[in-house]
């Protein structure tokens, strides 16, 4: 049963209170039986499949919500997927100490099957952010409500060790994109990661100190060639923003958000990005158009939050939550104002119309109305939990 006590509902007539409720019914209910969440459960590209960035993040919001077993259980997803990989880790280190990097083809995948398999469809695979982010949600979940980590400790070893041999290696971003660069929000995921774990007294004494060694060259790395004109950038060298780096500010805390660097970037990922607090991705963008993401929405929410700006944290997610649909979900994004609009059809040709739910955007939402003090807490699990399939 979730309870939720708020401020009945938002000037534009969305019960956030009712919103996060639902929300957070929804992702216990399609929670696979063995931890997973399913990134959408009806969209032909995603249907069927669980991301770590994406799910870690799901993670984090339902531990900040109340909903500790659900969050344990995608952890526990997340450690025996590493567990089933933990020879490729093995050959991938050893690869790297020897001078003699495997391809990027023979790195761990972005994406498994619900039932913990690497599927067979093709992919843009080799992203490290989420092996850095689920161990910060990991170690924010045990800290936030008194756990154990000894429950994932080896998972959060093998990542450890897969990220020190590929830290500094370009890959695909966040959105399975431009894969010959250095991604400053992948860095910050990275850095989100070692740094956790390292504090977390989960890993030898040799591996937490190159963990901080390397998570103070990725941050340093960030700083010297990931800024442009005070601001985070898009990748290494790069000029434009991207609505992904407010999660290096906050939820991840990578940097300070009252720092100055955080608060030019904040204000650069807004001037950039938003209309009427809705976020898109980057200005480039062409995935059905290039609409906006009511999940990027609540993410800068939360960097606004964290930079103390309330109000603006809150018309953040007051927009987020009128994305909603008739059916009470949220999507991945919405086309009011695309950005390549003669772009838009040729992904509904390909893949359908526009992810809906997509979890991640619920699992936003509910993150930032309870870092508002919008919403109350989950006692326990869902009273009927479905799997996903």
């Not at 993401?293 to 993410?299: A, E, G, K, N």
């Given at each position: 049963m979730t309870h939720v006590t708020t401020d009945p509902s938002t000037p534009r007539g969305v019960d956030l209170a009712d919103?996060?409720?639902?929300?957070?019914?929804?992702i216990e209910r399609l929670q696979h039986d063995g931890g997973a969440y399913p990134a959408s459960p009806t969209f032909s590209a995603y249907r069927g499949y669980s991301w770590f960035r994406d799910g870690a993040f799901?993670?984090?919001?339902?531990?900040?919500a109340g909903s500790v077993e659900s969050a344990s259980r995608f952890f526990d997803w997340c450690d025996r997927m590493l567990a089933?990989?933990?020879?490729e880790v093995a050959e991938i280190v050893a690869a790297e100490a020897a001078g003699t990097p495997l391809p990027d083809d023979r790195m761990l995948p972005t994406r498994f099957t619900l039932d913990g398999s690497e599927g067979d469809d093709d992919w843009w695979d080799f992203q490290?952010?989420?092996?850095?982010?689920w161990v910060w949600a990991a170690v924010s979940h045990a800290r936030r409500h008194g756990l154990s980590l000894e429950r994932w400790a080896?998972?959060?070893?093998l990542s450890v060790d897969y990220l020190l041999a590929t830290a500094h290696r370009p890959c695909y971003d966040w959105w399975e994109e431009h894969r010959d660069e250095v991604h400053v929000s992948t860095l910050g995921c990275i850095v989100a990661g070692l740094e956790a774990a390292a504090d977390a007294d989960v890993l030898p004494a040799a591996t937490a100190a190159r963990a901080r060694t390397t998570a103070e060259e990725c941050r340093a790395l960030m700083i010297e060639r990931g800024t442009h004109d005070g601001h985070l950038a898009k990748w290494l060298g790069a000029s434009a923003?991207?609505?992904?780096?407010?999660?290096?500010?906050?939820?991840?805390?990578?940097?300070?958000a009252t720092s100055t660097l955080g608060l030019v970037s904040i204000r650069a990922i807004d001037d950039a990005l938003s209309v009427d607090g809705g976020v898109h991705r980057y200005l480039d963008d062409t995935f059905f158009g290039g609409g906006q993401?009511?999940?990027?929405?609540?993410?800068l929410g939360l960097a606004y939050a964290a930079a103390g700006d309330l109000d603006r944290a809150r018309a953040q997610l007051e927009w987020a939550a009128c994305t909603e649909t008739a059916e009470g979900f949220l999507p991945e994004q919405v086309g009011d104002h695309l950005l390549a609009p003669d772009r838009e059809?040729?992904?509904?040709?390909?893949?359908?119309?526009?992810?809906?739910?997509?979890?991640?955007?619920?699992?936003?939402?509910?993150?930032?109305?309870v870092e508002l003090g919008v919403a109350g807490t989950v006692d326990g699990p869902a009273d009927a939990r479905e799997g996903a399939s």
């Open positions: 919103l996060v409720q639902r929300s957070v019914a929804l799901i993670a984090d919001a339902m531990s900040a089933e990989h933990s020879g490290t952010d989420g092996y850095g982010t080896s998972g959060i070893r923003v991207d609505a992904s780096l407010a999660a290096v500010i906050a939820p991840l805390g990578v940097i300070d993401w009511p999940l990027l929405s609540c993410m059809q040729e992904w509904i040709e390909r893949w359908g119309p526009v992810a809906t739910p997509l979890l991640w955007s619920h699992a936003m939402v509910v993150r930032l109305a």
